[in-house]
Every structure is written in C-alpha cells, then in structure tokens.
C-alpha cells in the first residue's frame, strides 16, 4: 500500500500520470471510484482551498468526506510514543488511526510544524504515526511539504507553457510580518527539480536557506532528471531570465522558535516583494503563489492583477489533482 506523503517518493513519470489524469479531470472526465466509500479529512490547521477542493473531489467521485478537526470537533491527539497522556490529549493516534481505517478508505492529514523546535517539526511525526499505524492510504495535506500543491503548480506550469524541462524556475523568498512554514518552498523545490527545470533559489541570506535534506533532494533530482539547481542572494541575478516566478515566505530556520530575535532581521528585507520592475527582469515571465497572499507586501497589486499571474488557475487545480490523487490510491491495490 502506498500512500501520498511526499513527492520524494514518488518517480517522475507516476506524477505526471496523475497530472495527465487531473487534465482529464479538468477536461469534464468523471469517476465514481469512490461510491460508496468514505474519506476522513483531518485538519489540525485552518483551511479554504484545501478544504474545499478535498470535499468537492470527494462528493464529484460519489464518496463521502468526514470532516474532523482534532481539538474542536474531536478529541485532541497524542502522537508521540511512550508519552504519558496526562496533558489536553484525550486519545493516541494509535487508537485514532486505526479506528479510522476501520471507517474510512483513505485518511488525509492537514498538519503545519508547532514553529518551536525545527529537530522535532522537520521529523514529521503526526502523519508518519498516522501512515504507520493506519491501514489504509495516508494523504499529505500539508505538513512540512505539501505535495497536493505540488502537483497543482506542476500542472498549470505545464499548461502555461508546455515542457517544464529547462525552463528557468525562480523560487523567491518573500517578506511577510510573521514566520511562516517552509512547506510550499520545500515542495515549489521538490516538483521544479523533478521535472528537469533550471531552478533558483532566491533569499535574503543564508539564514533563510531551506533544510538541508530538500537541498540535498533537489540535487539528486537534477541528476536525475536534468535541469540545474542554483542559489542566490542576488536579486537581480535570481529575476533575470525567468519563465516562471514562485513566491513564497518562510522563516529563517537557525531562529525557529526563536521568533522575536529573527523579526529585526527579516523586516530588512521587505524590498523582497514581487513587483513590476523585478518582473520585468524576467524573459517575459509567468507568476504565481499557492494563496493566501498578502497583497502589496509579498506582491503588488499590479503583479497579483496581471496577465501573467496564474495563481488563481492553480488554485483550481487542486481540486483535479487531488480527485488524480485520489482515484490513484484507492485503486493500487485493484
């Protein structure tokens, strides 16, 4: 049985199989793999399109979505082992896991690090103790990646321009008055090298490097698959020649936890912003971001209006490449 936690699992042409179903998703196919059959959607963070793209995948495949949120509408989870539960957790993901896959045919898990201690956030626990312990595929709806992203950008990259091999990818680090999850970077990181394309990655300063291990990933997927991995500081030098612009924000991981100490540093950098004249450096280039975006601090308005903005497409693509995703797992074992 396999599940859907990280693209690093999956190969190249698995991936675009499930995109090439999403186009047909998108093009009026229709399934009903899922008649009769549940999906428990587990969020212990906030969600719109997530959310949303997840229940109406579900329903447009005749199945039904079981929504929980652990803490709110269910019982707060414990999933460390060995733990002795006398704190707010009222039951293990041991328990949790298994009872689900006695429920449902597939678990989702929306999950975001607690933004204290990167050692302990970057192991990915609570949907690794949900893979290890359930009995039915285990869905990544964020994390510390965030593959089902992943994908949709892949997808409407390939729309915007046909093969992504090649084509130069920039990976910009944007301002934003609080940390955010690097999960979108990681993943923006995972799927561009995937595919073979001239990816760089733009920040401030080393500090605002992504974690070693999707470093170390993209330089096997160049190798791999082609294409070139490069890092910058350089504003100019990152924007020069682009086909396609991702923007995305995230904290400086040597002060992950540490909050208070990195904000001076990262309010140094609000010329970051995605704008007309960076835009302009580009070899007429595409622009998007996974949404939320703050508008006119991570990019203008101009840029966020513009015709070469896809951001809103990609957004639509999560409900295909989810229903791919989906469809995929529920039927590996027929």
Known sequence: ??????????????????????????SGASSDVLKSKSVALLFFNPSLRTRTSFELGVWQMSGHAIVLEPGKSAWPLEFELGTKMDGIAEEHVIEAARVLSRYCDIIAIRSFPKFEDWKIDRQDQMIKAFAKYASVPVINMETITHPCQELAHMQAIQEKIGKPQKKKYLLTWTYHPKPLNTAVANSSL??????????????????????QRYLDIAKENIEQYGGSFNITHDIEEGYE???????????ALPYFGQWDQEKPIRDQYQHFIVDDDKMSLTNNGLFSH???????????????????CFAIDEAENRLYVQKAIMENLITQDL
């Open 290 to 308: 996974c949404l939320p975006l703050r508008r006119n601090i991570k990019a203008t308005d101009s840029v966020m209006d513009s015709a070469s």
């Open 241 to 251: 020649n682009a086909d396609i612009v991702y923007a995305k924000s995230w904290g």
């Open 1 to 26: 049985m396999k599940d859907f936690i990280t693209t690093a699992d999956w190969k190249q042409n698995e991936l675009q199989q499930m995109i090439n179903r999403a186009n047909e998703f998108k």
């Open 190 to 211: 995972l799927i561009s090298t995937k595919f073979g394309m001239d990816v760089t990655l733009l920040c401030p300063n080393e500090s605002y490097l992504l974690d």
